[in-house]
């Protein structure tokens, strides 16, 4: 499935973004969900993750409380919201869609994956 980001910007701390991940091709009832970050200078990390019946949820401990992920199956597009920003969550954030198995917070799991948009956070 083609997976294409948006939302992406300039905020400051204690702002908020919300990002989206459009799904083309594919209808993403059939996919885990997953968002994932990179900074500079850092490997990618796990940020939050959704289930395809959308039931589960799964969030890094560094979001817990300030990220919520959610997907419409419906509209065929998955969301981050990001409430409550800190200059440490600047990063690129990528979606990410696994078709297999249990949900999962690893990036070696995830079969098709989003350009990337830019988080920036300042202080």
């Known amino acids: 499935v083609q997976l294409v980001e948006s939302g992406g910007g300039l905020v400051q701390a204690g702002g908020s973004l919300r990002l989206s991940c459009a799904a083309l091709?594919?209808?993403?009832?059939?996919?885990?969900m997953g968002w994932f970050r990179q900074a500079p200078g850092k490997e990618r990390e796990f940020v939050a993750a959704i289930s395809r019946n959308t039931i589960i949820t799964r969030y890094a401990d560094s979001v817990k409380g300030r990220f919520t992920i959610s997907k419409d199956n419906a509209k065929n597009i998955g969301a981050l919201q990001m409430n409550n920003l800190k200059p440490e969550d600047t990063a690129v954030y990528y979606c990410?869609?696994?078709?297999?198995?249990?949900?999962?917070?690893?990036?070696?799991?995830?079969?098709?994956w989003g350009q990337g948009t830019q988080v920036t956070v300042s202080s």
């Open positions: 990410a869609a696994d078709p297999n198995g249990v949900l999962s917070v690893y990036e070696y799991a995830y079969d098709d």
């Open positions: 091709g594919r209808t993403l009832t059939n996919y885990h």
